[in-house]
């Protein structure tokens, strides 16, 4: 099985993505915990070239690429040998999070997403869960973190807004397969949410 973890920045997705490995394992089942952008040494080095540096770095075209390059190397390496050894894969982030990301900085850019997802990776996880949190909040604990990796939170509210409403949209479009989870109140609290849906 495939879950993946979705959300605007300081969502909390990575704290529910590693107590969610914790639970299964706990339940007996063999865990990879994976992210992206990353997951597997290439796609690490790809990471780098995303998270860091100003936000307007990159054209929203070669983004899309950048990340879809990472994702495929992640899949070859690291999501594929681990389903077929039947093992359980949780990853921080998913094909989801460029079309929210890449789609929400320009709308027309969803269509080039899909043909490129379709194309290149073709995999969509079997549970999707988006921690669903206000943007002003997720805004003031990225500052709170800190770090290099800013990237994308240096784009502003507005941008954090857009992003929020495009994965609840996509909870809409897809209720079979992503969950919005309530992402208040403690990292417990929100893991039992997460763990009753799954
Ligand atoms: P992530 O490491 O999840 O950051 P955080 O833990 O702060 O949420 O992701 C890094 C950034 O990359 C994040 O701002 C979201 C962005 N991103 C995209 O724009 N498109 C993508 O396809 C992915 C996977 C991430």
């Known amino acids: ?8 920045d300081g969502c909390g997705k990575s704290t529910q993505a590693r107590l969610l490995a914790q639970h299964l394992r706990e339940a007996g089942r ?7 952008p990353g997951g597997s040494p290439g ?5 780098r070239l995303l998270v860091e540096g100003a936000g307007e770095r990159w054209s929203a075209e070669t983004e899309c690429l950048l990340f879809t390059a990472a994702r495929r190397d992640h899949l070859e390496r ?93 909870a809409a479009e897809h209720p079979g397969r992503v969950r919005l989870i309530d992402g208040s109140g403690t990292p417990e609290d929100v893991a039992a949410r997460i763990r009753a849906a799954l």
Do not use: C, K, N
Not at 148 to 159: H, I, M, N, V, Y
């Open 78 to 170: 690291t999501i594929r040998p681990a389903l077929q050894a039947g093992r359980v894969v949780v990853t921080d982030r998913f094909a989801d999070s460029t079309r929210v990301y890449q789609g929400a900085a320009r709308g027309e850019l969803r269509d080039l997403v899909d043909r490129l997802h379709a194309l290149m990776i073709g995999v969509e996880p079997d549970r999707t869960f988006v921690i669903d949190i206000p943007p002003a909040t997720g805004l003031a604990r990225g500052a709170a973190r800190g770090g290099a990796e800013d990237r994308f939170e240096s784009l502003g509210l507005g941008f954090q807004e857009r992003l929020a409403r495009g994965f609840r949209d996509l």
């Open 1 to 8: 099985m495939l879950i993946s973890l979705e959300g605007i």
């Open 30 to 36: 063999d865990v990879v915990l994976t992210r992206e």
């Open 43 to 47: 796609a690490e080095e790809i990471r």
